[in-house]
């Protein structure tokens, strides 16, 4: 039993505070707006002082396997963290918008 709520992307709410814990080059290639990046591996020595402890963050990666170690390990530290378990590939089969940081059309990896 997870101490986290679940959700798929098409449900999580256009304001959320997101969360993408997938590596630089995913992120580069295609991410939501306004997303929090924060590589899965950066987590540990980041969280304290990039991510809020009142607000609730919906965690996401491609197709949910980082995105459910981080949201567990958050919630043991605390924090607030809904699990988003179709990750950016449901993120993109849901039509949700996407952006590129490197020049070119978006694309989930």
Do not use: N
């Amino acid at each position: 039993m997870s101490d986290f709520e679940t959700v798929r992307a098409a449900d999580v709410p256009a304001d959320a505070a997101l969360l993408d814990v997938r590596e630089d080059y995913e992120f580069a290639e295609g991410h939501a707006p306004r997303a929090l990046h924060i590589p899965v591996g950066e987590v540990p020595a980041r969280f304290e002082e990039e991510l809020d402890p009142d607000e609730d963050y919906y965690v996401i990666c491609r197709t949910g396997g980082r995105s459910v170690q981080i949201a567990t390990w958050l919630t043991g530290k605390g924090y607030s963290a809904i699990f988003v378990a179709d990750g950016m590939d449901g993120w993109l089969v849901a039509g949700r918008p996407l952006e590129s940081s490197t020049g070119e059309e978006p694309k989930v990896r």
